[in-house]
């Protein structure tokens, strides 16, 4: 069984931090890149942040840059996202996912396994 867990996520006020987590259990992150995606409501999912399979490399949304760190910890099989001065418009459901193509793709297409997915509330 597969499964990409997030956790870390939460009600913050704007200009706040929080870390989300994505573990994976049944399935190696390693070798592969990743990602991290957001549906606001009413939205579409929509591409946040990717990084390659040796941590190294990184490519950001334009709308979170210099704002978000993501990262990797392939000995705990486990990608981040580090978000500094969040806003009221990063108000979304957050989710991990792996990317089969390995391209560092910012379309969902290329996502196979998908985390549930976690909540990020930012009040202004």
């Known amino acids: 069984q597969v499964h990409l867990v997030e956790s870390g996520g939460g009600s913050v006020q704007a200009g706040a931090s929080l870390r989300l987590s994505c573990a994976a259990s049944?399935?190696?992150?390693?070798?592969?890149?990743l990602g991290w995606f957001r549906q606001a409501p009413g939205k579409e999912r929509e591409f946040v942040a990717t990084?390659?399979?040796?941590?190294?490399?990184?490519h950001y949304a334009d709308s979170v840059q210099g704002r978000f760190t993501i990262s990797r910890d392939n000995a705990q099989n486990t990608v981040y996202l580090q978000m500094n001065s969040l806003k009221p418009e990063d108000t979304a459901v957050y989710y991990c996912?792996?990317?089969?193509?390995?391209?560092?793709?910012?379309?969902?297409?290329?996502?196979?396994?998908w985390g549930q997915g976690i909540q990020v509330t930012v009040s202004s």
């Open positions: 990084i390659n399979r040796s941590g190294r490399s990184t």
């Open positions: 996912a792996r990317d089969f193509t390995n391209m560092g793709s910012t379309a969902r297409g290329a996502y196979d396994y």
């Open positions: 049944g399935l190696p992150l390693t070798g592969l890149a």
